[in-house]
């Protein structure tokens, strides 16, 4: 059985929606749909929520947008006799998000769980306009089987719970059944609140059920022909990439490439399952496929990404023969706080420190360490550790990074002719990546010249 999630574009015309019935029925047999919201709408909901926290009446206006576009969708998409009871279905939903967002006005606040379950409307709707489309279609409610847990003060997926109530729910299909799941929401296994995994997690609802499942294949439809070489928005000649590794997969993800969320790789990964990227609005594309090893023709570099809002932090040790092992006890610090680092290099760990982080873990880290190295910089061994923002990881992932020393000087070089600082570098933790870490306002001028050194040669 295969798993298919369309995102937000594949879902967000009704020129997109009639794609999508066309590409659902074609598959003979039982499957599983996951639907986002329509596209653009999770950021609609949001900034709606803000005006009216901030007291914008004009909140009013994006609420009647909203019901108006999904109106027009059920006009357009829904057969007749389906009409009127899809309206209600969804009239029902929009009268009940009207009401979150007036409560939030009265209050002047948003507090992070009713923005949850604000956010939830999206893929609730849409998942009812899927089902009531396409033949043999059924919505399943998946807050029910999609359950989070919390870690370090995320919402985090209770894998333990999810396998076992998908294993339940979805485990056996009627004949030729297409089970219609919304994406991205879930609820807390103990509070049973509405909470979500995270933005993008649609992908993440598809792999959650693809591994509980088995499925043969997780398919990922979505607004272009595959995988690319780098992000098409910003570098316009990026190739389609035939087919990549896991591995390949996630260091390209988690560094930026925006087609797949990153922790929708893990739950496949480990069952095998194949992922494609296909295209909603030209399916014939052969699209990208993932599977665990590298095929003959494979690229050997397949692309390169930019993650923005990265810190560095810098520790200068004084006195290096008095302090043992530094390097091990910053790591060991700031893994006990779940901070997500960036490798990059310590060429020298007992004079100088650096750790690269994502921008939302840099205050907490600079605070672990200092309270780490507290009787080292009081007694002048380490001076206090030094913050830079506003700095970007660029990726270049492919097979056997580490020896591709020339390429990697080569790059360095031409970044440098260009005017863009590398801040610090690194051959990653694995074989797969090489990171630089620069200005963040340079990364969509490095991409464009890495891309064209390594692709156009
Ligand atoms: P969906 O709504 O289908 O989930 P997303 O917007 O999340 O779609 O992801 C698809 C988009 O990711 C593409 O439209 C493209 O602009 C962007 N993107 C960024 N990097 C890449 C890449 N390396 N390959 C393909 N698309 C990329
Ligand atoms: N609708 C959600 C978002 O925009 C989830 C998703 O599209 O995957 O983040
Ligand atoms: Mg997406």
Redesign the pocket.
């Known amino acids: 059985m295969k798993v298919l999630?369309?995102?937000?574009?594949?879902v967000?015309s009704v020129e997109s929606l009639n794609n999508v019935k066309k590409i659902v029925e074609s598959i003979s047999g039982e499957a599983v749909i996951v639907v986002?919201a329509l596209?653009g709408l999770t950021d609609k909901l949001i900034a709606t929520a803000k005006m009216a926290a901030e007291g914008d009446s004009e909140w009013l206006k994006e609420m009647d947008a909203i019901s108006l576009r999904h109106h027009d969708i059920i006009k357009n998409v829904v057969s007749n006799e389906k009409q009127s009871l899809i309206k209600s279905a969804v009239d029902e939903h929009l009268t009940e998000l009207k009401r979150n967002y007036e409560g939030v006005f009265l209050l002047r606040s948003l507090p992070e769980k009713v923005l949850d379950v604000i956010v939830s409307f999206g893929e609730r709707m849409s998942s009812i306009i899927v089902a009531a489309m396409v033949d043999h279609g059924k919505r399943y409610y998946s807050p029910d089987f999609i359950k989070t847990e919390k870690w370090y003060g995320k919402n985090i997926a209770d894998r333990k719970l999810t396998d076992k109530l998908i294993k339940e729910t979805l485990g056996k299909l009627g004949k030729n059944e297409k089970a219609i799941i919304p994406g991205f929401i879930s609820t807390d296994s103990t509070t049973g609140e509405i909470t979500n995994l995270g933005r993008?997690g649609?992908?993440y609802t598809g792999a959650l059920i693809a591994a509980a499942l088995g499925a043969e294949i997780l398919e990922?439809?979505?607004?272009?022909d595959?995988?690319?070489?780098?992000?098409?928005?910003?570098v316009k000649d990026?190739l389609?990439?035939d087919h990549l590794t896991f591995t390949e997969s996630m260091e390209?993800c988690t560094f930026?490439?925006?087609?797949?969320?990153p922790p929708t790789i893990y739950p496949v990964f480990h069952s095998n399952i194949p992922i494609k990227?296909l295209n909603?609005f030209n399916p014939d594309a052969p699209g990208t496929l993932i599977t665990d090893q590298a095929q003959q023709d494979d690229l050997e570099v397949k692309?390169v990404?930019s993650l923005k809002d990265v810190a560095l932090i810098t520790i200068n040790i004084k006195s290096f023969n008095d302090i043992k092992d530094p390097l091990k006890r910053a790591l060991n610090t700031l893994s006990r706080q779940a901070v997500r680092i960036i490798p990059v290099a310590n060429p020298d760990p007992y004079t100088e420190l650096n750790f690269a982080v994502t921008a939302s873990d840099a205050e907490v880290s600079l605070e672990m360490l200092e309270k780490e190295f507290a009787p080292e910089i009081s007694s002048g061994k380490i001076e206090k550790p030094i913050l830079k923002g506003n700095l970007a990881a660029v990726a270049l992932v492919g097979i056997d990074m580490r020896s591709r020393s020339r390429l990697a000087a080569r790059i360095g070089h031409s970044l440098r002719r260009q005017g863009i600082n590398v801040e610090a570098y690194s051959a990653g933790n694995s074989d797969t990546t090489l990171i630089y870490i620069i200005n963040q306002e340079k990364s969509d001028e490095a991409l464009p010249l890495i891309h064209s050194l390594v692709f156009e040669l």
């Open positions: 999630k369309f995102g937000g574009t594949s967000g986002s596209g993008g649609s992908d990922i439809w979505t607004d272009v595959g995988f690319m070489t780098a992000d098409p928005r910003i990026a389609i990439i390209l930026g490439a925006k087609v797949i969320y990227i909603t692309g990404t």
